[in-house]
T-cell receptor, first 117, second 113 residues
Framework: NAGVTQTPKFRILKIGQSMTLQCAQDMNHNYMYWYRQDPGMGLKLIYYSVGAGITDKGEVPNGYNVSRSTTEDFPLRLELAAPSQTSVYFC????????????????FGAGSRLTVL | GQSLEQPSEVTAVEGAIVQINCTYQTSGFYGLSWYQQHDGGAPTFLSYNALDGLEETGRFSSFLSRSDSYGYLLLQELQMKDSASYFCAVRHLSSGSARQLTFGSGTQLTVLP
């Protein structure tokens, strides 16, 4: 099984350009997430989705958009790239173990390293 | 909102035991998770505590005290391959979703020979 697949792995953008980071999972998970990780920092939630057609903002959504037309795919769109969006982006999907209070276990993709110059 | 605090760096020698602490402030708390991330890699799930007490998984154990809003990850018999960043993360209720994870800033563990 592939798990969570992200493309591209690396990208350099000029200020003002737009692009889409692709994310696909083959585990039939309903929940999917986009996080960004700045150097030496933790992960900050950008957007998440609880199922096809349903998305919601996380902690740092400004400058990004998402869509979820299928269970498998959760692309992240960057509009008008800015240097502050230079980061590593991780997509993840999750499942619950052990019932309602169980662990929400996130499976992450390998990450997409984006540089905006 | 949510906030988590953990030490930025910890250093230990091979074969030793190390404890990484995490304190948190959150509403709608469900549980505390730990993730490991090697340099250049993706975070991977290690453990989860929803109830007070100790959970053991091989050389790793995780502890939670809900009343103190505190937890820790205990790594025993340290190996060089344990050198990595370790993140605590709270599972909490937010915007109607009970499956939000907010991460701490991470603790860089260096294991010396």
């Amino acid at each position: 099984n592939a798990g969570v697949t992200q493309t591209p792995k690396f990208r350099i953008l000029k200020i003002g350009q737009s692009m889409t980071l692709q994310c696909a999972q083959d585990m039939n998970h309903n929940y999917m997430y986009w996080y960004r990780q700045d150097p030496g920092m933790g992960l900050k939630l950008i957007y998440y989705s609880v199922g096809a057609g349903i998305t919601d903002k996380g902690e740092v959504p400004n400058g990004y958009n998402v869509s979820r037309s299928t269970t498998e795919d959760f692309p992240l769109r960057l509009e008008l790239a800015a240097p502050s969006q230079t980061s590593v982006y991780f997509c993840a999907s999750s499942y619950l173990t052990g019932g309602r209070s169980g662990a929400n276990v996130l499976t992450f993709g390998a990450g997409s390293r984006l540089t905006v110059l | 909102g949510q906030s988590l605090e953990q030490p930025s760096e910890v250093t230990a020698v091979e074969g030793a035991i190390v404890q990484i602490n995490c304190t948190y402030q959150t509403s709608g708390f469900y549980g505390l998770s730990w993730y490991q991330q090697h340099d250049g890699g993706a975070p991977t799930f290690l453990s989860y505590n929803a109830l007070d007490g100790l959970e053991e998984t091989g050389r790793f154990s995780s502890f939670l005290s809900r009343s103190d809003s505190y937890g820790y990850l205990l790594l025993q018999e340290l190996q060089m391959k344990d050198s990595a960043s370790y993140f605590c993360a709270v599972r909490h209720l937010s915007s109607g979703s009970a499956r939000q994870l907010t991460f701490g800033s991470g603790t860089q563990l260096t294991v010396l020979p």
